[in-house]
C-alpha cells in the first residue's frame, strides 16, 4: 500500500512557474514509477510527465519543454517543475504510482493516487 500526498498548488499568472511535490509513505518509494496527471471540470484525467525508478522520463506534448519531473527516492518524493504556465494548464493536478517500470498514459495503470491540488494560471 501506498499513500500519497500533493503540495504546491496555487494561483499564479501566465508565464509564471509553480513547483507541485508528491510525498510518499508505505513500500519502499523507489520500487514505484511516479507520475503526475491533471483534470478540469468535465474532462477525462490526462497524463502530464512520468518518471520511472531507473530515472527514465515521459511528457505529453502539451508540457514538453515547459515542465520538469524529478524525484528523490531519499525523500520518497517526486517533483514537478512547472515553468512558462498558461491558462490552458489550470487543473487539478494528481499524483499517482505504479509498480511496472512502464510509464503508463492512462488512468488505469497506476494503483495508487492521491487527493490533488489545484493549480491555477491567470491570464
Known amino acids: 500500500q501506498v499513500q500519497l500526498s500533493e503540495s504546491g498548488g496555487g494561483l499564479v499568472q501566465a508565464g509564471g512557474s509553480l513547483r507541485l511535490s508528491c510525498a510518499a509513505s508505505?513500500?519502499?518509494?523507489?520500487?514505484?514509477?511516479m507520475s503526475w496527471f491533471r483534470q478540469t471540470p468535465g474532462k477525462e484525467r490526462e497524463f502530464v510527465s512520468g518518471i520511472n525508478w531507473i530515472g527514465g522520463t515521459y511528457y505529453a506534448d502539451s508540457v514538453k519543454g515547459r515542465f520538469t519531473i524529478s524525484r528523490d527516492n531519499a525523500k520518497n518524493m517526486v517533483s514537478l517543475q512547472m515553468s512558462s504556465l498558461k491558462p490552458e494548464d489550470t487543473a487539478v493536478y494528481y499524483c499517482?504510482?505504479?509498480?511496472?517500470?512502464?510509464?503508463?498514459?492512462?488512468?488505469?495503470?497506476?494503483?495508487?493516487w492521491g487527493q490533488g491540488t489545484q493549480v491555477t494560471v491567470s491570464s
Open positions: 508505505g513500500r519502499p518509494f523507489s520500487e514505484y514509477t
Open positions: 499517482a504510482a505504479t509498480s511496472t517500470v512502464s510509464i503508463s498514459v492512462v488512468n488505469s495503470g497506476y494503483d495508487y
